[in-house]
């Protein structure tokens, strides 16, 4: 029988700890909760499928996060704005995610058990690529047709892009007030049929083919499961998917960081999902859902608790940093574990 994850427990805890040395009202934390979890909350389902796949995390995420912004960032250099300009941005995020999906998921069919130091390694390499045609290729080897995103050399996109066309244009639709707190109707059903619809994919036969390619790779390619398509199938999902997940935070947020507003997405989603229950090798719609608000509650009390237990607020920065990180490394750690004790009961189960 599998013991129950504590982390939902521990994270409800400090969470609620710091909402009482904060002394935030429940009312601001829950508002700014629900405004993280329609933000978020598609970007961490993307992790889901390769988890569920026996690929562990897949930290390439953020090369789907990039694609979004090479869509937005076309589309303002075509000037297409409102509605319109962001489904146009889409398409071309999405289309570019399929192509590096694909890329990706034939990479790591190489790489089978090392998937997830292979999707750091590539994030990284692709994120210098994404550097060099915006910082140096825009206005030298691409034609500079929007010259209000240029630097003033002529040379490179400015670092910090605005989306005044695009903010809230999903948010502004339909939104309901319910006393002092906020709800972004739209935003919320957007990733709640997110959620419906990865639950639902994982109930179909190729929901069964990722479940029997995680327990055991050569019995499901005896069984006449496509081992390495579907694992492919896999990684386009999920960069599709943190591709949608990253537009839909850029139009809350309303600007784009265009060299950084990618970079801690692969982080702050892992240990968002960590925190609702999942491990490397188990994750579910469920732990993705408790997770964004566990995880983000505590993020929004932690500066001001630190500030008023310490009289410094960095501290609760460095607090957040610390447990961003240390879920990630605590989950690495337990499925250590946990295989070499699998390993251990397998060899007595041999010999007897």
Not at 111 to 138: H, L, R, W
Not at 139 to 145: D, S, T
Request: proline share 3%; aromatic share 10%.
């Amino acid at each position: 029988m599998r013991k129950a994850n504590p982390s939902p427990f521990v994270f409800l805890t400090l969470s609620l700890l710091g909402i009482y040395f904060s002394e935030m009202s429940p009312w601001f934390v829950l508002n700014e909760t629900i405004a993280r979890f329609g933000r978020d909350g598609i970007l961490v389902l993307s992790l889901i499928l390769p988890i569920l796949a026996g690929m562990g995390i897949n930290f390439s995420m953020t090369v789907g996060a990039m694609c979004a912004q090479v869509g937005l960032l076309v589309a303002i250099i075509m000037k297409i704005g409102t509605l319109g300009g962001f489904i146009f941005a889409g398409l071309i995020g999405t289309s570019l995610a399929v192509v590096m999906g694909y890329s990706i998921g034939r990479a790591l069919n190489r790489v089978e058990g090392k998937e997830m130091i292979t999707t750091i390694i590539i994030s990284m390499f692709v994120n210098a690529i994404y550097q060099f045609v915006f910082m140096v290729g825009y206005g030298r080897f691409f034609p500079a047709f929007n010259q209000e995103i240029v630097l003033s050399n002529g040379i490179g996109v400015r670092n910090m892009v605005d989306l005044a066309s695009y903010r809230y244009v999903l948010d502004r639709m339909v939104s309901l007030e319910i006393g002092p707190v906020r709800i972004p109707v739209l935003m919320i059903l957007i990733v709640l049929l997110s959620c419906v619809a990865v639950a639902y994919l994982l109930r179909t036969p190729f929901g069964q083919r990722i479940r029997a390619i995680s327990q055991d790779k050569i019995k499901a390619g005896l069984l006449g499961v496509d081992v390495a398509g579907t694992r492919v199938t896999v990684i386009i999902l999920s960069t599709v998917i943190a591709c949608i997940g990253q537009m839909v935070f850029l139009q809350n947020i309303g600007s784009l960081n265009v060299y950084t507003a990618h970079g801690n997405s692969d982080i702050i989603s892992a240990a968002a999902l960590l925190a609702g229950g999942a491990t490397i090798r188990q994750a579910s719609v469920r732990n993705a859902i408790l997770g964004v608000f566990l995880f983000h509650s505590l993020f929004i009390v932690s500066p001001q608790a630190g500030q008023n237990i310490f009289g410094n607020a960095a501290l609760g920065e460095y607090f957040r940093s610390f447990v961003a990180y240390g879920t990630i490394a605590a989950a690495l750690v337990f499925n250590i574990r946990q295989r070499k004790r699998t390993a251990r009961v397998s060899a007595v189960n041999m010999e007897n």
